[in-house]
């Protein structure tokens, strides 16, 4: 289950309806219901669900390729990711449990980042653009 207040229009996430699970886009929120509007990748359609049935999606080496980082091994085993002017560092291949990321003079050190749509959410707070 993902936390409602998380969520932002445009975020990926997964939606399980009856045990079919698929990746989409929330493309509304109504916290007040409980529920989540999502736009699936499989027919472009809006489903609303509730929240208990909407997953966050683990940040991967695999997912950072699909929202167009570039990878760069580094010494010791630490991986940096790089999007324009934007660094993700992890400190060791596949280890998204803590991370270093800037964007220019901003710079936050491990915050709260281990799911795409938190990924998302900060690089949007850093850059004013968002990450698809």
């Not at 445009?10 to 529920?35: H, L, M, W």
């Not at 934007?86 to 709260?112: A, C, G, H, K, T």
Request: aromatic residues 12%.
């Amino acid at each position: 289950m993902i936390n409602i207040h998380e969520l932002k229009h445009n975020n990926y996430v997964v939606a399980d309806y009856e045990g079919q699970k698929r990746k989409g886009t929330v493309s509304g929120i109504a916290p007040e219901d409980k529920q989540v509007c999502v736009t699936t990748d499989e027919g472009n359609q809006d489903f609303w669900y509730d929240v208990e049935n909407v997953y966050p999606i683990p940040l991967t080496d695999a997912e950072m390729g699909h929202l167009g980082f570039t990878k760069e091994d580094l010494e010791d085993d630490a991986v940096k990711y790089k999007k324009d002017a934007f660094r993700l560092v992890i400190p060791q291949r596949d280890d998204f449990s803590s991370v270093e990321m800037w964007y220019r003079e901003d710079i936050r050190r491990f915050p709260n980042v281990h799911y795409v749509h938190q990924l998302q959410n900060q690089y949007h707070d850093m850059t004013k653009i968002f990450l698809e």
